[in-house]
């Protein structure tokens, strides 16, 4: 797709993309009256069913996800939509292994040594999928940020690093802006907000194109604004999908180091955290051997399953707009049962991701409430695995329904505003391509604001299904309404922060009976006007390229389509 895609966007930003639109009238509005069908009550009826301990915190290839698989298929029949896959069934099933894995990492410098074998200091995020990794002492290279962008200017990996295991860091250099002291100079990589060379994935596949044995990747809680706990749900049994040699190549061994550990390695080899850091911020960086052996041992009972994507769709009603779809996705999955937990053991996941299901499922209704059916087919995907960094949707783009170049957009769903009505609708995605600019005039035609979502400056573009489909080229959207009617910004930060540090990715993320469920009706509404207006034939979005796309998106995949 590369070439192609090259050759596709440059067209896309002047008229549209690949297999050129037939032409079709003007996409008519939304149905009104299927559109007010969209109602607040209706969803949280189904996440009082979804979110419930029935569902089992609906972990992939558990007992909850068969239950949580079928609710959702069986609501996406009655619904009427039609079976989404060419076998007629709703389900794609996606291949994964998984394990819990016990680890050992020693290292050794100087007769002194430095044990890391649990998540007080680290994590596996990626291994060899067999029962016993062994690596024996490989030598260990601090290589900065271990970012390799050559098309962003950037180079860690300016010595080679093949077999020796990487310690490097998690996020970006940043500079600091002179005219806005405090502030970092947005046209450095994205400044303050974290881009694709600060994320695990290129610091992964970057690690595994210059062959190293292991990345170390050190996860500095200040600096990354990642709490280590969220971290450290990782030590619970982790998801991958079987391996696709179209995948992007990852180094075989990922950990997750915290600052504490960082500072134990390095002081092996006499240095600091912040001679690191410093020398790491350097454009001229190279890596720098740390005369430390490194042997790593894992262990890991494997497990195979499948868990599925649940697909239905409408098809077009125009004969050649019908080929090409607009899809909607809301991840089902969530963290499942933990049971060393005392109490309350069950992830609910109610806002996580049961709403998202809730308006998909609310949205297809009001699609089939529709007088006709759009020009182009519109596919609602439930994906599995989201929460194991967009496994589900992943598989999806490599295995889509519809091609991904007859794909016009996708329009995710991942948590939903529970505050009342908003202002705003805090967007992510909307920077990239000209979806931002449909869905600004929508939402003004609405009295609303369409805005950057806040998420976006710790990670928060490539941390919902949405980013597994931007990847491939697919212009993609998500929002949650934000300045709360009625409330003060402090006082809507103190909801976000108190569900963020009491309810997120927690067993308390339960339905509440002080959810006000105005705010996220008004948003699907929205949401499906928006996808009403791509789907019955508005030009396809345009991405916009250059460094910036560059530095959100890296490279683009080479997908072999
Ligand atoms: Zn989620």
Known sequence: ???????????????????????????????????????????????????????????????????????????????????????????????????????????????????LNDSSTAVVWESAPTADVAVDDKELVFAG?????????????????????????????????????????????LGDELGWYGFIMHKAEAAGAQGAAALLLVVDEKASG?????????????????????????????????????????????????????AAGDSAFTPVGLKTGVSIRIKQRIRE??????????????????????????????????TTLKGDQVYNGAVDNALGVAGLLELARAFKAAPKPPKRTVIFVATTAEEQLLLGAQYYVYHPVVPLDSTVADLDLDVENTWGRGKSVLAMGMEETSLGELLTGMARARGREAKPNPMLVAGGRYRTDRFAFARMGVPGIIYQGGDLVGKTPAEEQRLMG????????????????????????????LFFELGWRLADGAPRPAWKMGLRHTLMFGKPLATGR
Not at 67 to 89: C, N, R, V
Not at 324 to 333: G, L, N, P, R, S
């Open 498 to 525: 108190d569900y963020l540090a009491t309810r997120y990715h927690q067993v308390t993320d339960s339905v509440r009976s002080d959810w006000d469920m105005a705010g996220a009706e008004e948003d699907l509404r």
């Open 1 to 115: 797709m590369r070439s192609f895609l090259s050759a596709c966007l440059t067209t896309l930003a002047l008229a549209g993309c690949s297999t050129p639109a037939p032409q079709s009238s003007a996409p008519s509005d939304a149905p009104a009256a299927a559109r007010d069908l969209i109602l607040g009550d209706s969803v949280v009826a189904k996440v009082r069913e979804l979110g419930s301990d029935k569902y089992q915190g609906r972990a992939p290839g558990t007992h909850g996800d068969t239950l949580a698989t079928a609710w959702i298929a069986a609501q996406m029949k009655q619904l009427g939509l039609e079976a989404g896959m060419p076998d007629g069934s709703y389900r794609q099933t996606v291949p994964f292994w998984a394990a819990a894995a016990k680890f050992t990492i020693t290292l050794k410098a100087g007769g002194k040594d430095v044990v």
């Open 305 to 338: 399953f499948g868990s599925d994507n649940v697909v239905g769709r409408i098809t077009g009603s125009d004969p050649a707009l019908k080929n090409q779809a607009v899809i909607y996705t809301a991840h089902w999955d969530h963290m499942g049962i933990d």
């Open 226 to 278: 990642i709490p280590w706990s969220a971290l450290q749900s990782y030590a619970r049994e982790w998801s991958h999908l079987k391996p696709d040699p179209r995948y992007p190549k990852h180094v075989p061994n990922v950990f997750f180091v915290n600052r504490k550990a960082a500072d134990r390695i390095l002081a092996l080899s006499g240095r600091t955290f912040d001679d690191a850091l410093k």
């Open 145 to 189: 940020y271990g970012i390799d962008a050559a098309e962003a200017g950037w180079r860690d990996y300016k010595t080679p690093v093949a077999g020796r295991i990487v310690l490097a860091l998690y996020g970006e250099p940043t500079r600091p802006d002179p005219a806005q002291p405090g502030k970092s100079d947005t046209t450095f990589f």
